[in-house]
């Protein structure tokens, strides 16, 4: 996404217009997509779901470049 709020999770959940669904957004670079699947993952295997959707959007920060950093 190109906001940092809200997160992309929720405006996703808001575009479904379904029931309530529980959605969560990890922040962090490299991480959302692969804590997505673990906690899907984990949903199913307990028993607490059927079926779950998991999706993983990074957004690095401007200054997270490599000419802001020095060798």
Same mark, same amino acid.
């Given at each position: ?5 809200? &997160? ?43 079926? &779950? ?19």
């Amino acid at each position: 996404p190109d906001q940092m709020i809200p &997160a992309h999770a929720q405006m996703v959940q808001g575009l479904m217009k379904n029931r309530t669904l529980e959605a969560i957004s990890p922040v962090g670079t490299c991480n959302s997509g692969i804590l997505a699947l673990k906690y899907a993952y984990l949903s199913l295997k307990s028993g607490e779901v059927k079926n &779950a959707v998991a999706g993983g959007s990074e957004k690095l920060l401007s200054w997270m470049r490599a000419n802001n950093f020095k060798d």
